[in-house]
């Protein structure tokens, strides 16, 4: 069974800071990876995805992502944070062989102070 | 494009009332669309697997007789909580896959804004 673990419960950055939020997986085959970040009262925004090729993933407002599977990581990345990123991120798996389903991890709340 | 919409966004009920929730896919067809809910500060727990035409797929420990997913066309599913109580008070999130999608095999799925349920 896939699983998805965000080791961090809250990111703290300066504003104009570089950002990492760390997201780790655990799959029996290859994953398909996915960044969301979620406002309050607020559904789930996609933010990037890794399916196939290069490792980089450069995604929305500016948001990166490297696929590393040696490490079986899937890090989201930002050069300089604003303090317009602050909302709550969640890293989730699924796997490319058929129909899988979404498994999220636990969420990481940035906060991003000016 | 890929935009999910759910009605209502905030809903305040009554205990022992039910109360139904409406996820659309705005402009793509969705065969198969998506139940979580999620309490404060934690994560989405998968509830049900909405499938059109078909009967929705129940994850463990789900009451399908308390939550019922009717999903009748490719661009809406409905949850109906039943007889609702203060513990069904939760942020309630739907999700769809484009069956048109290019990259479909990708698992991706697109999220609807939310609906937070009051159940006083």
């Known amino acids: 069974a896939q699983s998805v673990a965000q080791p961090e419960d809250q990111v703290n950055v300066a504003e104009g800071n570089p950002l990492t939020v760390k997201c780790t997986y655990s799959v029996s085959g290859n994953p398909y990876l996915f960044w969301y970040v979620q406002y309050p009262n607020r559904g789930l925004q996609f933010l990037l995805k890794?399916?196939?090729?290069?490792?980089l993933v450069k995604g929305s407002y500016g948001f990166e992502a490297e696929f590393n599977k040696s490490q079986t990581s899937f890090h989201l990345k930002k050069p300089s944070a604003l303090v317009s990123d602050s909302a709550l991120y969640f890293c989730a798996v699924t796997m490319n062989t058929g129909f899988q389903k979404l498994v999220f991890g636990t969420g990481t709340r940035l906060l991003v102070s000016p | 494009g890929a935009v999910v919409s759910q009605h209502p966004s905030r809903v305040i009920c009554k205990s022992g009332t039910s109360v139904k929730i409406e996820c659309r896919s705005l402009?793509?067809?969705?065969?198969?669309m998506f139940w979580y809910r999620q309490f404060p500060k934690q994560s989405l727990m998968l509830m049900a697997t909405s499938n059109e035409g078909s009967k929705a797929t129940y994850e463990q420990g789900v009451e399908k007789d308390k939550f019922l997913i009717n999903h009748a066309s490719l661009t809406l599913s409905t949850l109906t909580v039943t007889s609702a109580h203060p513990e069904d008070s939760s942020f309630y999130i739907c999700?769809?896959?484009?069956?048109?999608?290019?990259?479909?095999?990708?698992?991706?799925?697109?999220f609807g804004p939310g609906t937070r349920l009051t159940v006083l």
């Open positions: 402009d793509f067809q969705a065969t198969t």
């Open positions: 890794y399916i196939t090729g290069d490792n």
């Open positions: 999700s769809a896959r484009d069956r048109l999608a290019r990259d479909y095999s990708s698992n991706e799925q697109f």
